[in-house]
């Protein structure tokens, strides 16, 4: 796999992860190839699929009542 490439490993490109809810839960991935000098990696597990719907709608400006139509309507569509 692209992860067991030695210069990837060299270079830290390669991160562990651990996503709930997948087969196998422990994997690794690729970064996007670049860092930035002084920041920090953040990085955890995506939200599962609309787990961030009401949010991500606020922040394009929708309110509580646009986003909530949007979900009743389907056209928008929130976790379990």
């Known amino acids: 796999s692209v992860c ?10 390669v ?3 651990t996503i ?8 690794r991935i690729v ?3 670049f860092q930035l000098s002084d920041a920090e990696r953040a990085l955890g597990p995506p939200p599962k699929l609309g ?6 709608l606020s922040e394009l ?4 009542a646009e986003s909530e139509a ?7 569509r929130e976790g379990s």
């Open 61 to 64: 400006g929708y309110s509580q």
């Open 31 to 33: 970064g996007g190839g």
């Open 4 to 13: 067991s490439l030695p210069h990837l490993e060299e270079r830290g490109a």
């Open 51 to 56: 787990g961030d719907t009401r949010a991500v």
């Open 20 to 27: 709930p809810g997948l087969p196998r839960e422990d994997v």
């Open 15 to 17: 991160m562990p992860l």
């Open 70 to 76: 949007l979900i009743i309507s389907g056209a928008a």
